[in-house]
């Protein structure tokens, strides 16, 4: 199940993702697979189609304002928190 939803991908307002890439070390495979000029949205959906969650939820992360990031991680946990009970 991704924790990435429309409504998050909404609030990423870069118009590429290479702003967003300088900020933090994607894996190995994600690197080879992204290229500055995608924009956010494509960018997520190339990662998850090579099943890149983790590099999918990172490029978000890091892509949101930081108040942004903070409130969607506490939904994720709340998420993962219900599933586990």
Request: charged share 20%; hydrophobic share 45%; aromatic share 4%.
């Given at each position: ?13 870069q118009?590429?993702?290479a ?38 939820i ?28």
């Amino acid at each position: 199940m991704t924790r990435i939803n429309e409504q998050v991908l909404g609030q990423l307002k870069q118009a590429s993702i290479a702003t967003i890439i300088s900020r933090y070390q994607a894996s190995e495979e994600a690197s080879k697979l992204l290229e500055p000029t995608l924009t956010p949205r494509q960018a997520v959906s190339v990662l998850l189609k090579a099943d890149l969650e983790r590099d999918a939820i990172q490029l978000v992360a890091h892509g949101l304002a930081v108040m942004n990031a903070i409130r969607w991680g506490l939904q994720v946990v709340k998420a993962l928190w219900g599933e586990s009970r």
